[in-house]
């Protein structure tokens, strides 16, 4: 979804120009609720960016709509391919802002091998790192896509691990117990299934290792296909499938906690674009985000229209 595979394509948009020059302006018909009072961002011309995944359109009009209902006039150029386009399109201020994982941060853009484990400190140092590359961090949620193992609710009864110690236990104790869909990049990444088994003890044979499209894996493990398989903690799919997702208790995946980042220039003019994103960053957890992802993946839902419809519901924003 966000990860190094849609980084050729994204090289490509940033390179082009593609995706950079279009855009269409948000109309959305907003007044201030419980931010953006006093309407601190009028006169200001925003652009804000996304990926073009479901999780990453919703939190594009999320932003959006914030500065929309702040006072700013918004422009529209979400749904980027890739994940280096939407960056360089903040970097070089094309794009005003956007929502951003501090890990892809960390290990894409700013080329390190070695994740921080410590969530907070792993924010902390994308924002000095990406300081002197223009960019400014806001404070993050505590939303965190990252990889995660997940069975449905008839192998939980029926083996009962909660976490991926459990499941290595298990690996050990019944081999045939423990069988995995997984995604081929997942299949061969050091912070993928081998880094897990490695961290966790785990020894599971080849033969019980199957690897698919990401979409085919949940619908196998809802099924029993197969006992776990690899998901995205966010994915709409986890709580729409009421699938049970293994605690990562020795903290091994990387934190892909999402945050504001903003070019460092339009912060500077309109500084009041940390007050009017901070308390909605803060609402963002993995719960919300399968619930707006599930609107639109499960239900069919536009992402704009699930983005404006939650920042109603929270009261962030008015009708107007």
């Not at 220039?265 to 901070?278: C, G, Q, R, S, Y």
């Amino acid at each position: 979804m966000r990860r190094t595979s849609l980084v050729l394509a994204g090289v490509l948009v940033a390179v082009s120009g593609c995706g950079l020059t279009s855009g269409s302006p948000m109309v959305d018909d907003v007044e201030p609720g419980s931010i953006g009072q006093g309407k601190p961002l009028e006169g200001a011309d925003l652009t804000v960016t996304s990926k073009e995944f479901t999780e990453q359109l919703i939190l594009g009009a999320i932003m959006g709509i914030a500065f929309e209902a702040a006072g700013a006039e918004v422009l529209d150029r979400t749904g980027i391919q890739g994940s280096i386009g939407a960056r360089e399109a903040v970097k070089s201020g094309d794009a005003d802002g956007m929502y951003e994982y501090t890990g892809t941060a960390w290990i894409t853009y700013l080329g390190n091998s070695e994740p921080i484990t410590d969530p907070q400190k792993q924010w902390e140092a994308v924002r000095d790192a990406d300081a002197n590359n223009g960019i400014t961090w806001l404070p993050p949620s505590t939303l965190n896509n990252t990889y995660a193992l997940a069975m449905n609710q008839s192998n939980f009864k029926k083996y009962g691990t909660k976490t991926l110690s459990d499941v290595a236990a298990l690996a050990k104790s019944d081999p045939g117990a423990v069988t995995l869909c997984v995604e081929s990049e997942f299949a061969n990444r050091a912070d993928g299934l081998p880094g897990m088994q490695k961290a966790y003890g785990m020894n599971i044979p080849t033969g019980n290792v199957t690897q698919m499209d990401t979409g085919i894996i949940y619908t196998q493990v809802a099924k029993g296909t197969c006992t776990y398989g690899e998901v995205f903690t966010t994915d709409g799919r986890i709580k729409s499938m009421n699938l049970e997702v293994m605690a990562d208790d020795k903290k091994f995946f990387p934190n892909y906690n999402v945050a504001p980042e903003i070019n460092s220039k339009a912060l500077k003019k309109w500084p009041a674009i940390a007050e009017v994103l901070d308390p909605i960053t803060k609402k963002l957890n993995n719960s919300v985000a399968q619930t707006l992802n599930a609107k639109v993946d499960v239900d069919g839902e536009d992402p704009h229209q699930v983005a404006l419809d939650w920042m109603k519901e929270e009261g962030f924003v008015k009708e107007g």
